[in-house]
């Protein structure tokens, strides 16, 4: 009688230890992004309205550079110096969009940028510059675009981004990708508005997220991932040595009393 209690507690305390292990495990279901509804949405083209680049706004900080093969030209743009291409060195030498839209560069005459890609007041600048000067290239970069991503990826922060557009998606993966026990069903976007903010929660896991609006990210969006409730018992924390030597020694005793 001893034995078959002892042998039924053993048993017992080996069911709570798998219990408590299956909680601490994380279907791939709930952390693998943009998942097919269907077999066929394996080929299927997601077509997404908000693909066209960043238009310019007012307030925009906008990095203006002139380059020539010509010496004397490239001394008065002083794009002979050497530069220091940090975040800050770009800003210092940026040029800021006023609120009817304009940007004033040096001595020419002010050009209309608002509602612009990148792309066309580079073009519009230049063709300011070559009223003056000819052989001469114009760059631009937008200084201002920079996101942020906390939360349940490895390098949570601010990045700040070189190319007029980047998804939500990308994002994510340039701070390292979602941890173990990221809310991928459950992630919330916080956007600049008019009046304020607009808060949005996104499902990554949705493969319809390729055709949200919000899949591609504008300037000082902010993206978190939160944790999963079960996170409290996660791997690093979860006792497996502790219960493997019970499920040990339960074994042990259960041979030696069979």
Not at 156 to 165: K, V
Request: aromatic residues 12%; proline residues 3%; charged residues 25%.
């Amino acid at each position: 009688m001893k034995r078959d209690q002892l042998l039924n507690k053993l048993a017992i305390t080996v069911a709570v230890c798998f219990t408590l292990i299956s909680s601490s495990c994380i279907s791939l279901k709930k952390t693998e992004l943009i998942q097919p509804l269907t077999i066929a949405d394996y080929s299927q083209e997601f077509v997404n309205s908000q693909r066209d680049a960043y238009k310019i706004n007012y307030g925009d900080n906008l990095y203006l550079k002139v380059y020539s093969s010509d010496v004397k030209t490239s001394k008065f743009f002083r794009s002979d110096f050497p530069e220091l291409m940090n975040d800050s060195y770009i800003y210092l030498n940026s040029y800021k969009v006023d609120e009817e839209g304009y940007v004033q560069y040096s001595f020419i005459d002010k050009v209309m940028v608002k509602g612009l890609t990148i792309e066309e007041a580079q073009n519009a600048i230049q063709g300011a510059v070559e009223e003056y000067f000819e052989d001469v290239t114009v760059q631009i970069k937008l200084v201002n675009f920079r996101i942020s991503i906390l939360g349940e990826v490895q390098s949570p922060g601010s990045y700040s981004i070189d190319r007029e557009q980047i998804t939500i998606l990308q994002a994510v993966s340039m701070a390292g990708g979602l941890k173990d026990f990221a809310m991928a069903d459950d992630v919330t976007l916080v956007r600049k508005s008019a009046n304020g903010s607009i808060v949005k929660k996104l499902d990554l896991t949705d493969s319809k997220i390729l055709e949200s609006e919000y899949l591609f990210l504008l300037p000082d969006d902010v993206i978190y991932i939160k944790p999963r409730p079960s996170k409290t018992y996660a791997f690093e924390k979860f006792p497996y040595g502790l219960v493997a030597g019970v499920i040990s020694i339960a074994l042990s005793i259960y041979a030696i009393t069979k």
